[in-house]
């Protein structure tokens, strides 16, 4: 069991010009004071620091704002309640079954704060109908808990609009503290020239547990990537990160590496790292990895995570790869910044798992070349002797040369409640390789894996 010995709570705002905040324009920050406050702050109690609206250009009405905490000790299970009304003071609310209410519930970005600390918070509101014409936001209660400040920096950040109603958000989470960091909750902010929360929304693009500052293997750090929406009108002028963690115990040292061996846009302007991920352990392992892509000067440019498909192991290497980078994707501009990237997997998702899977193979196995889309197709005969739950289908395609040039996977479901012993089933899933590549004397390997119902 891993023992959580404190709340750890960090507000940063990292502050610049971001004048002509263009599409694909990247304005890079550094790390400032946390944001003031617009009101007074009441001591010994926990403030409400700014609200503000807006309906972003997909017609979507939004209640932002900023809370901080002044009392004397940390605190949790913040709750706020919200109001919506239109011009004739009738609530917008509605139950599931559509029952009228006075007000709902909802909660800031993040879970804990320490004193001194701020959060941000956002709710959305379907305004296809019309717009509220009245908010109201207030407080409703917390509860106590024990905290301090987490030795976490945000290193290498940038805002960009990214063109499509979005701002993103990217970084890196740098834990200069010594012991292991859990994070718990990420959030970041569009603020405006006086510091108020004009845009906000929560990730989950990050490693989870950081390592102490130092690291040899780069652990004591993390890529991050945030999306929110444009506010409207609203200007933005500079950034805000807000992070909850925990001190936490050294997890298991599972010896898993990974090697980065391609990269590569593809035809539809999605940027590929691909690699391997090799379990040098004894035990069975379940894993998920994050990347990051990065400028030449430094700046992260995108992140991304994705589960390893399938169960790793002892001695299995397994291909994968990172395609969802939500900024360089389809952005020319960011992609051309593209320079260096890393691949870590998160010790906080690597665990032996509870469930078994079994080893099984493909026949008939041929593919289908469209240019540099390439088709995989096949039939699997689950010779296990157990009904399975479903069967994951691994492609690594190799150059002459036996390095690992692309890879995509795909998962057999059950046409009833599971696949049973002797029973067949057929796969088929692409992969968009590289097209100015040479794929002269490429070949294909496949790797089938059951999961036992």
């Known amino acids: 069991m891993k023992a959580k010995f404190f709340h750890l709570m960090l507000v940063l705002a990292i502050a610049t010009s971001m004048a002509g905040c263009s599409s694909g ?13 617009n009101q007074p702050a009441a001591s010994g109690e926990l403030t409400l620091v700014s609200t503000f609206a807006f309906t972003d250009q997909w ?49 800031p970005l993040l879970y804990t704060l320490a004193p001194g600390q701020s959060a941000p918070f956002s709710y959305s509101y379907d305004a296809s109908a019309g717009a509220p014409a009245t908010y109201n936001v207030t407080i ?17 950040a940038e805002l960009i609009d990214n063109g499509n109603g979005s701002f993103h958000l990217s970084g890196e989470l740098v834990n200069t503290g010594s012991q292991w960091v859990t994070i718990n909750a990420l959030a970041g902010a569009g603020l ?17 547990e950081l390592a102490p500052a130092g690291d040899a293997a780069g652990r004591d750090r ?42 590569y846009f593809d035809n539809y302007n999605s940027f590929h790292l691909v690699g391997t991920l090799t379990n040098h352990s004894s035990e069975k392992l379940h894993t998920m990895i994050v990347g990051g892509l990065y400028a030449g000067d430094g700046t992260t440019l995108d992140a991304s995570w994705s589960f390893i498909p399938v169960i790793v192991e002892p001695g299995a290497s397994i291909p994968f790869d990172m395609a969802s980078f ?17 691949v870590r997997f998160d010790p906080w998702a690597t665990y032996a798992p509870s469930w078994e899977v079994v080893a099984l193979g493909s026949t008939g196995d041929q593919v289908s070349k469209d240019g540099a889309t390439w088709t995989f197709s096949g039939s699997i005969l689950n010779n296990s002797g157990r ?44 992969l968009y390789l590289d097209p100015t590549a040479d794929t002269t004397g490429y070949t294909f390997q496949t790797f089938v894996q059951g999961d036992v119902k």
């Open 387 to 430: 009904g399975l739950s479903g069967e994951t289908i691994i492609i690594a395609v190799r150059d002459a040369q036996g390095k690992l040039i692309g890879t995509t996977y795909s998962y057999v479901s059950p046409d009833g409640d599971a696949i049973a012993g002797g029973q067949t089933t057929f796969y088929e899933v692409s």
């Open 59 to 107: 017609g979507r009405y939004y209640v932002v704002g900023e809370i901080q905490n002044n009392t004397n000790s940390a605190i949790t299970s913040i709750g706020l309640t919200l109001e919506l009304k239109d011009a004739s003071g009738n609530s917008l609310l509605k139950d599931e079954s559509g029952n009228s209410l006075a007000s709902i519930p909802f909660s």
């Open 222 to 263: 993390t890529p991050f990537s945030i999306e929110f929406p444009v506010p409207g009108t609203a200007v933005v002028t500079h950034l805000g990160v807000y992070v909850d963690a925990d001190l936490t115990d050294a997890p298991a040292d599972y010896a898993l590496a990974v090697e980065i061996t391609n990269n």
């Open 192 to 208: 405006d020239s006086n510091d108020q929360v004009m845009t906000t929304d929560w990730s989950s693009t990050y490693t989870t």
């Open 140 to 156: 409703a209660g917390h509860n106590p808990s024990q905290a301090t400040l987490a030795d976490i920096k945000v290193e290498k």
């Open 25 to 37: 324009a990247a304005q890079t920050q550094s790390p400032a004071s946390p944001p003031a406050a």
């Open 326 to 342: 939500s900024s360089v994707n389809w952005n020319a501009k960011q992609a051309s910044r593209v320079s260096s990237f890393t």
